[in-house]
């Protein structure tokens, strides 16, 4: 009765030891010996103890950072610059058969092309078009990753450290051109300015009615000073026939 309930307990623990769980984001490649035998989907499982192990591979899409790292760009101006690629296990087979830690290849994949692409970029470009760069490092790494099961989704530049030259020397060159565009604006402005000016003068000019409303408007804002002191040496009528004789004679 005894020995019935020792190997009874025996047989349970064995059976528990070998009980394994695969979460749902999860496949488990199942090892016999050290040898693949197959892929084990999400759910309870059950391997032989000792004689069998699994290896579990998270499907979901991994972010990896891509370390700062040190770069001259192709018009030789040295920075650093870092970011990050995401990548998604398509095969878990291929990642574990195939490579040794693939997150870590991965990563270091990704370091590399990031800097030969923007040794090859003048800084400007890097600057302007890192979505641009980004998906040329994607189609490098991902096309390199295949053989492994891995499909890269995506890669962007995260930050991009420049000396401290070279950020006064871009603020310089922002602050003058900030200053050009305020020059042409204004510029613009008094072009405008000066032909309306000319347009109103035009009609002021065939309409004595007009002048005479301008002049007055004038008389109003000077007087609106209170030290301001009007003078008018002649009568207004006395210009309006003097003007009147003038075109007569004309």
Same mark, same amino acid.
């Given at each position: ?22 979460? !749902? ?43 700062? +790292? ?39 994949? @990704? !370091? ?23 998906? !040329? ?49 204004? @510029?613009?402005?008094?072009? +405008? ?23 007055? +408007? ?33």
């Amino acid at each position: 009765m005894i020995i019935g309930w020792v190997i009874g307990a025996i047989v349970a623990v064995f059976l528990l030891l070998g009980i394994r769980i695969v979460n !749902q984001y999860e496949r488990a490649v199942k090892f016999r010996l050290g040898k693949y035998v197959k892929m084990l989907q999400p759910g309870l499982r059950w391997i032989i103890p000792i004689i069998e192990r699994i290896e579990k591979v998270d499907i979901r899409v991994i972010a990896a950072d891509i370390p700062a +790292q040190e770069v001259i760009t192709k018009d030789n101006v040295p920075m650093k610059v870092n970011g990050v690629v995401f990548f998604k296990v398509v095969s878990s087979e291929k990642a574990i058969l195939e490579v040794e830690d693939y997150a870590f290849a991965i990563s270091q994949l @990704a !370091q590399s092309a990031l800097r030969d692409m923007t040794g090859k970029s003048e800084l400007d470009n890097v600057l302007a078009k890192r979505e641009e760069i980004g998906n !040329q490092v994607q189609k490098i790494v991902d096309l390199e990753t295949e053989p492994w099961g891995i499909k890269i989704t995506d890669v962007k530049i995260k930050d991009i450290e420049l000396p401290e030259n070279m950020k006064r020397a871009m603020a310089h060159q922002a602050e003058a051109e900030r200053d050009r565009r305020a020059r042409v604006i204004n @510029a613009e402005a008094e072009k +405008q300015a000066s032909q309306k000016l000319l347009e109103a003068g035009k009609i002021m000019e065939k309409s004595p009615s007009a002048m005479k409303l301008r002049f007055y +408007q004038t008389l109003n804002d000077i007087s609106e000073e209170k030290n301001s002191t009007i003078v008018l040496p002649f009568p207004e009528e006395l210009i309006d026939f003097l003007n009147l004789k003038s075109k007569r004679r004309k």
